[in-house]
C-alpha cells in the first residue's frame, strides 16, 4: 500500500485513505498503554507515502521515519530524544529553521510528558510526534491531520476510520479467541468473527463479550460520499481491510454512494485467510458490509474484483468463479497487476483502477 500510495499521489493529489488505528505491538503497545490513543503508525506511514518529497526535505522525512535503538538503556534513549528535540542538533543542518523548530517544539512536548517508567527501546519517533501533536490538538484528529498533512504537503486526504482508543479480536473455527492486531501474524486456523473492544489484557474470550460498534470518526463517511471509485485493496484481509467495515456508518456510506466499487485479493501469503477461496473472501466481504447495511444489494456494494492472470494465489479461485460472480451482477476481471506474480505492481494495480472506472462511467452513461 505505501508504493502503491506514492505512485497514486504522482497523478491523483485527492485521493482519499480510510486507515485502521488498531494496531497492538511493539512500540506502539507502549504509546497506546501510556495515553490510552488510538494507534498513530498506519495514519503516519500513509501520510510519508503521501508526502510531496519536491517539497519536504529528506531529513524531514527521516525523521518522522527514525526509530531509537532497540538494544539501549532507557535512560541513554531519553537523553538522545532530548538531544534530537533541539534545533541546533546537527542532524538539522540546511534544513528549514521554521519546519525544525515545530518538529523540535512537538518532541519537546511530547518528552516532557513521558512518565519514568516509558520504555523507549525500539519507539518510533513519527509516532510520538504524531501522539505529541494529537495530544496538544485536545485529542482531536481533525486538526492534528490537517497541520500534518500542510507540514508535509500531502497530496491526498488520510483519515482515521474511527478516533475511539479500540482493539482487534477474532473467534476462531476452533471456538478459541484472539486479542490484539500483532497477533493476527500467528493465526493457527481460519477466522470465524473479527470484533472491536476496549479491551487489550483481559482474557480474550472475556473482551468478545464487549464487543465495540463505534460510529466512523467525524467527516470520514461524508469523504465516502465524494468518492468517484471505491477500493477495498490488498492487504491484510482481516486486520487491515474488514477491519475498516466494522465501523459504524461505513457500510452505509459505501451502499450509499454510486460509483464503482473494485475488491483486489491479495497476492502471495496472507497468514490471515490460509486457503480460503476467491468466492469465499468475496462472501465475507459482503456479509461484513451488510452487518451496517442490511438491505443493500450487491450491486450496491461491489462491482469488481481484480486478479492477475499469473498471480500467485494461496487461497484458490475455483473453476467457475467468474460465472458464479457474474450470477451475482460482478464482474471478475483478469487483469496485469504484477511483474513477478507475488507483489502487486504500483503502476499496473492503478491501470487497472482506472480501466474499471473508465468502463463502469461509460456502461451507466448508457442507462
Known amino acids: 500500500m505505501r508504493e502503491l500510495s506514492r505512485c497514486l499521489a504522482r497523478s491523483n493529489p485527492h485521493s482519499i485513505h480510510i486507515v485502521t488505528t ?18 498513530m503508525g498506519d495514519l503516519r ?15 524531514i522525512l527521516d525523521f518522522f521515519q527514525m526509530r531509537l535503538p532497540s538494544q539501549a538503556e532507557p535512560g541513554q534513549l ?67 491531520l490537517d497541520s500534518l498533512s500542510r507540514f508535509l504537503h500531502v ?53 468478545a463479550r464487549d464487543v465495540c460498534h463505534p460510529p466512523a470518526a467525524s467527516g470520514t463517511c461524508a469523504w465516502i460520499g465524494r468518492a468517484d471509485a471505491i477500493c477495498y485493496p490488498m492487504g491484510s484481509f482481516y486486520s487491515s481491510v474488514l477491519v475498516n467495515l466494522l465501523v459504524r456508518g461505513i457500510g452505509s456510506a459505501i451502499a450509499g454512494r454510486h460509483c464503482p466499487k473494485i475488491f483486489i ?37 461491489l462491482h469488481y474484483v481484480l486478479c492477475d492472470p499469473h498471480g500467485d494465489y494461496q487461497g484458490r479461485i475455483e473453476p467457475n468463479a467468474r460465472e458464479r460472480l457474474a450470477e451475482m451482477g460482478i464482474s471478475l476481471r483478469f487483469e496485469p497487476l504484477s511483474k513477478n506474480g507475488d507483489l502487486h505492481d504500483p503502476e499496473l494495480t492503478i491501470e487497472a483502477l482506472e480501466r474499471c472506472l473508465r468502463e463502469y462511467r461509460k456502461l451507466h452513461a448508457q442507462v
Open 265 to 301: 485479493p491479495n497476492l502471495g501469503w496472507d497468514p490471515e485467510l490460509g486457503d480460503t477461496s476467491l468466492l469465499t473472501q468475496i462472501g465475507i466481504l459482503l456479509e461484513t458490509l451488510r452487518c451496517d447495511a442490511p438491505f443493500a444489494r450487491t450491486s450496491d456494494l
Open 155 to 207: 497530496r491526498g486526504h488520510v483519515l482515521p476510520v474511527v478516533d475511539k482508543s479500540l482493539h482487534l479480536g477474532c473467534e476462531l473455527a476452533d471456538g478459541s479467541f484472539v486479542l490484539g492486531q500483532h497477533n493476527f501474524k500467528k493465526l493457527t486456523t481460519r477466522v470465524r468473527r473479527i470484533f472491536l473492544t476496549v479491551h487489550e489484557r483481559l482474557a480474550p474470550s472475556h473482551a
Open 22 to 39: 488498531f494496531d497492538s505491538g511493539g512500540s506502539t503497545a507502549e504509546i497506546r498503554r501510556c495515553f490510552a490513543i488510538p494507534a
Open 78 to 144: 531519553l537523553v538522545q530524544l532530548r538531544t534530537m528535540a533541539s534545533p541546533d542538533h546537527p542532524f538539522w543542518a540546511g534544513t528549514d529553521p521554521h519546519s525544525v523548530s515545530w518538529l523540535c517544539s512537538a518532541l519537546q512536548a511530547i518528552v516532557q510528558r513521558l512518565p519514568g517508567h516509558f520504555d523507549l527501546r525500539g519507539a518510533s519517533v513519527g509516532n510520538l510526534l504524531l501522539t505529541s501533536i494529537y495530544l496538544e490538538h485536545g485529542r482531536d484528529f481533525e486538526p492534528t
Open 45 to 59: 506511514n500513509r501520510l510519508l507515502a503521501l508526502a510531496d518529497p519536491a517539497q519536504v526535505s529528506p531529513q
